[in-house]
């Protein structure tokens, strides 16, 4: 007998024992899995948090903490894993990763995916809408052998950016001029509401009550405002409205201040990488026309006076993610006031 043929005979019916086997094992594996033999593995947890961010994106890192069930992993199975991160509706983030091979018992899947933060604004528009109040979602998902299995997380993010500029307090402005002696004018109350937002600005309407302690009249010609968040200016501007202030009188100036949507996505790095903690400042300075006391002709002057006892900061805190607690379904105000400078 040829010794070559029967060599080949041999090997060729390993080869299709070979072949057989794991034919029968692919045959039986996917019966269990047709039976419901196969344990789905199960979706535990999801954490998030914020990774690097630069002008253009900010990294979202999602760990999947799963639990198989069976003796061996996962690979023939062919498991994947879906997720998507909404605020207030607005779709923020989303991912998916396929051919997950999950060994037995608990184990962890990373997932990383990029957030335009072009879409920064249409989420602060919604945020400012909906009275400072922002509803994150977490809609994560595990498929495996035909099944899903869904996992999500809530929770609400309350701020109170403004609010506290609402006061009654009376308050005295130096113009800090040899023209006139100090106290200028005295403020005695103060008021500031979100005007109706749009997708390209988000105004503060401010106003101030004023009293005029000289034996003089001023005329308010102009009102400028800064506002910064984390020192990036997010809005300025000047109103030229004028008002005068009789000796002796108070009078309400009104001035509109407006945050620029479109420089939020600048600010939204800095918040990012100051472990989501921002410092609002809206500064105010008053252009102030009155008599001149050197001129024989009746002639006036004007004097800016900065109005730093109006200045309003404000300390904002956000868990956006969860990820400082990795609590679930909880309601959170994250906003917090500190001491006039």
């Given at each position: 007998?040829?010794?070559?043929?029967?060599?080949?005979?041999?090997?060729?019916?390993?080869?299709?024992?070979?072949?057989?086997a794991v034919g029968a094992l692919v045959v039986a594996?996917?019966?269990?899995?047709?039976?419901?033999?196969?344990?789905?593995?199960?979706?535990?947890?999801?954490?998030?948090?914020?990774?690097?961010?630069?002008?253009?994106?900010?990294?979202?890192?999602?760990?999947?903490?799963?639990?198989?069930?069976?003796?061996?992993?996962?690979?023939?199975?062919?498991?994947?894993?879906?997720?998507?991160?909404?605020?207030?509706?607005?779709?923020?983030?989303?991912?998916?990763?396929?051919?997950?091979?999950?060994?037995?018992?608990?184990?962890?899947?990373?997932?990383?995916?990029?957030?335009?933060?072009?879409?920064?604004?249409?989420?602060?528009?919604?945020?400012?809408?909906?009275?400072?109040?922002?509803?994150?979602?977490?809609?994560?998902?595990?498929?495996?052998?035909?099944?899903?299995?869904?996992?999500?997380?809530?929770?609400?993010?309350?701020?109170?950016?403004?609010?506290?500029?609402?006061?009654?307090?009376?308050?005295?402005?130096?113009g800090s001029t040899l023209l006139v002696d100090d106290?200028?004018?005295?403020?005695?109350?103060?008021?500031?509401?979100?005007?109706?937002?749009?997708?390209?600005?988000?105004?503060?309407?401010?106003?101030?009550?004023?009293?005029?302690?000289?034996?003089?009249?001023?005329?308010?010609?102009?009102?400028?405002?800064?506002?910064?968040?984390?020192?990036?200016?997010?809005?300025?501007?000047?109103?030229?409205?004028?008002?005068?202030?009789?000796?002796?009188?108070?009078?309400?100036?009104?001035?509109?201040?407006?945050?620029?949507?479109?420089?939020?996505?600048?600010?939204?790095?800095?918040?990012?990488?100051?472990?989501?903690?921002?410092?609002?400042?809206?500064?105010?300075?008053?252009?102030?026309?009155?008599?001149?006391?050197?001129?024989?002709?009746?002639?006036?002057?004007?004097?800016?006076?900065?109005?730093?006892?109006?200045?309003?900061?404000?300390?904002?805190?956000?868990?956006?993610?969860?990820?400082?607690?990795?609590?679930?379904?909880?309601?959170?105000?994250?906003?917090?006031?500190?001491?006039?400078?």
């Amino acid at each position: 007998m040829d010794s070559t043929w029967l060599k080949s005979a041999l090997l060729g019916s390993k080869a299709r024992i070979a072949v057989t086997a794991v034919g029968a094992l692919v045959v039986a594996l996917g019966a269990t899995v047709g039976l419901g033999v196969f344990g789905v593995p199960s979706l535990e947890s999801v954490d998030n948090e914020f990774g690097e961010t630069n002008e253009t994106t900010t990294v979202v890192a999602t760990d999947l903490t799963l639990d198989n069930p069976n003796p061996f992993g996962t690979g023939f199975v062919g498991v994947s894993a879906e997720y998507a991160i909404r605020m207030n509706d607005v779709e923020m983030a989303e991912g998916t990763k396929d051919d997950i091979d999950i060994c037995t018992g608990r184990s962890t899947v990373h997932l990383e995916t990029y957030m335009d933060n072009k879409r920064i604004p249409d989420w602060w528009v919604s945020h400012v809408r909906n009275d400072e109040q922002t509803e994150v979602a977490i809609d994560a998902e595990v498929q495996a052998a035909g099944q899903a299995v869904p996992i999500e997380r809530e929770r609400t993010i309350n701020t109170s950016m403004i609010e506290r500029f609402n006061s009654n307090e009376t308050r005295p402005i130096n113009g800090s001029t040899l023209l006139v002696d100090d106290p200028v004018l005295y403020v005695n109350q103060t008021r500031g509401d979100w005007g109706e937002v749009t997708e390209s600005e988000t105004p503060i309407d401010t106003s101030f009550v004023a009293y005029n302690p000289k034996s003089v009249p001023y005329t308010v010609t102009e009102m400028r405002y800064e506002i910064t968040m984390n020192d990036v200016t997010v809005g300025e501007g000047t109103s030229r409205e004028e008002y005068v202030i009789a000796p002796g009188t108070t009078e309400r100036i009104s001035t509109r201040t407006a945050i620029r949507n479109e420089n939020l996505d600048d600010w939204w790095v800095t918040h990012v990488r100051n472990d989501e903690v921002t410092e609002l400042r809206i500064e105010f300075e008053a252009t102030v026309q009155l008599d001149d006391p050197s001129s024989i002709t009746g002639e006036t002057v004007e004097i800016r006076v900065p109005l730093n006892e109006l200045t309003h900061e404000e300390t904002i805190e956000t868990d956006l993610l969860g990820s400082e607690n990795g609590t679930d379904d909880r309601t959170e105000n994250v906003s917090r006031s500190v001491p006039r400078a």
